[in-house]
């Protein structure tokens, strides 16, 4: 390969831009080519990247010998349909999250890289978060003693889907972060929700996971709500510790609060309150270290953090999850 990775990235709307930004600052990275079906939004991201050629059609992308991968930041249907035809023309991949609405898609999505022998990575971007690698750092570090729990609010007014529910469209994040965390799959996937602006896609959902070791975790996901929360709280035997996406400062808070057994004895606890602290983050936008993962997988010919089977581990617990929101739906609804 080249001492230069060239990118093209495909799905110019609401997030693609970002995605374009990032790959076209990083050392050692071309932007080559921008793709979208909309000539206007071609030429939104055109005037910022003049050096990238422009099409609407991704083969234009996959017949450029001169192109190493494709970034799809397309509409989720799209995703497994667009990263087979990608993988199998031989370029890596890098596609949004979720992989594919489907376990089926989704696995038919790590074969195809498995068979190309490319690069196969969904952006979990929460993964790269620096709170987030720092909530793992604590619970893998043993200071938060035994996990008991972990919930997660992700919560806002908007924005309103009509092509996926608010469990695919947050949860996706949320559930990654779970399982990042707990290292293990859950043996329980239980969800209830409510559509209550557009019939047939539930704005509000709360999910149930338990897990072998005894591990429970909670999600509220809601984009009908009035407060604006992207928090995670993990309960350990020894300290808890919070990761507030919202906070402009401590980010992670760590208390050293739980319960220790009386020095009488007799079966009787204490509550312990001890201190509270915040440990430093470095000021790094996670879009960015997803980027340069991604980047750094392929020139090392290695598994990136969230690579395939990772996200196909996310979309099994997802369709688990929309099994069972489906079975719990009121009969009028």
């Known amino acids: 390969m080249s001492s230069t990775i060239r990118i093209?990235?495909?799905?110019?709307?609401?997030?693609?831009?970002n995605l374009a930004r990032n790959f076209a600052s990083l050392p050692g990275c071309e932007l080559s080519w921008c793709c979208d079906a909309d000539p206007e939004a071609r030429a939104r991201v055109a005037a910022a990247h003049p050096g990238a050629r422009e099409t609407g059609d991704?083969?234009?992308l996959l017949d450029d010998p001169e192109l190493h991968a494709v970034v799809l930041a397309t509409p989720v249907p799209t995703h497994a349909e667009l990263a087979v035809r990608v993988l199998e023309a031989g370029k890596h991949c890098f596609v949004e999250k979720p992989l594919a609405q489907s376990v089926a898609d989704a696995q038919r999505v790590v074969e195809a890289s498995r068979q190309s022998g490319r690069t196969l990575m969904v952006g979990h971007l929460l993964e790269y978060h620096p709170g987030v690698l720092k909530l793992k750092q604590l619970a893998d570090s043993g200071e938060l003693g035994r996990i008991f729990y972990i919930y997660g609010n992700r919560l806002n007014l908007g924005k309103l889907r009509a092509d996926e529910?608010?469990?695919?469209?947050?949860g996706a994040h949320d559930v990654s972060v779970v399982l990042a965390l707990a290292g293990e799959d859950p043996v329980e996937a239980v969800a209830h929700g409510e559509a209550y602006v557009r019939p047939g896609v539930e704005d509000v959902v709360f999910c149930f996971l338990r897990f072998p070791s005894g591990l429970a975790a909670h999600l509220h996901l809601s984009w009908l709500d009035p407060h604006k929360e992207r928090r995670f709280t993990v309960v350990g035997e020894s300290k808890m510790a919070t990761f507030d996406d919202m906070a402009v400062e401590g980010k992670i808070t760590v208390y050293d609060k739980g319960f220790d057994e009386a020095p009488r004895g007799y079966g009787e606890w204490v509550t312990r309150s001890g201190d509270i602290y915040s440990p430093r983050l470095p000021t790094v936008e996670p879009l960015r270290l997803e980027c340069e993962e991604f980047i750094a997988s392929i020139r090392e010919s290695r598994a990136p953090r969230s690579d395939g089977e990772s996200g196909l581990r996310v979309v099994r617990v997802?369709?688990?999850?929309?099994?069972?929101l489906e079975s719990s739906r009121r009969a009028d609804a």
């Open 318 to 324: 997802l369709e688990r999850l929309q099994s069972s």
């Open 8 to 17: 093209g990235v495909v799905g110019l709307g609401y997030w693609g831009p």
């Open 58 to 60: 991704l083969q234009d």
């Open 165 to 170: 529910n608010a469990l695919w469209s947050l």
